[in-house]
C-alpha cells in the first residue's frame, strides 16, 4: 500500500518562507515522479511542481524562482522548498507520486497515489 505523508506547512507573513516533505512508503522514489500540487479556497486542484526519476524538475509559471523541489532517494521523500511567498499562495498543498509526466506535464488524473495535504496560509 502506498502512502504519503506531508508535513511543514503552517502560517507565514508576506515574503517568508516554507518547507514541505513528503514522506513515502510503499513506492521507490528514485523510479518513480514526485510533484506537488495545491488547491485554493473554492478553485481545482492544480499543478504547483514536479521532478521525474531522472531528476528533470518542471514548475508552474506562477511558482517558477520562488520554489525549488527536490528529492531525497535515501530517505525516500521529497520537499517543496517555498520561499517569497504571497498570499495567493495561500492553499492545501498536496504531495503526489507515481505515474506519467507528459510533455512536462504532471496532470491531477494521472497521478497515482496522494498524500492528505497540508494547509499553507499566507497572510499579507
Known amino acids: 500500500q502506498v502512502q504519503l505523508v506531508e508535513s511543514g506547512g503552517g502560517s507565514v507573513q508576506t515574503g517568508g518562507s516554507l518547507r514541505l516533505t513528503c514522506r513515502v512508503s510503499?513506492?521507490?522514489?528514485?523510479?518513480?515522479?514526485i510533484g506537488w500540487f495545491r488547491r485554493a479556497p473554492g478553485k481545482d486542484r492544480e499543478f504547483v511542481a514536479a521532478?521525474?526519476?531522472?531528476?528533470?524538475?518542471y514548475y508552474a509559471d506562477f511558482v517558477k524562482g520562488r520554489f525549488t523541489i527536490s528529492r531525497n532517494n535515501g530517505n525516500n521523500a521529497g520537499d517543496l522548498q517555498m520561499t517569497n511567498l504571497k498570499p495567493d499562495d495561500t492553499a492545501v498543498y498536496y504531495c503526489?507520486?507515481?505515474?506519467?509526466?507528459?510533455?512536462?506535464?504532471?496532470?491531477?488524473?494521472?497521478?497515482?497515489?496522494w498524500g492528505q495535504g497540508t494547509q499553507v496560509t499566507v497572510s499579507s
Open positions: 521532478m521525474d526519476w531522472f531528476s528533470n524538475t
Open positions: 503526489a507520486a507515481g505515474g506519467p509526466i507528459v510533455g512536462g506535464i504532471y496532470r491531477v488524473p494521472d497521478v497515482r497515489s
Open positions: 510503499g513506492l521507490t522514489l528514485n523510479n518513480n515522479n
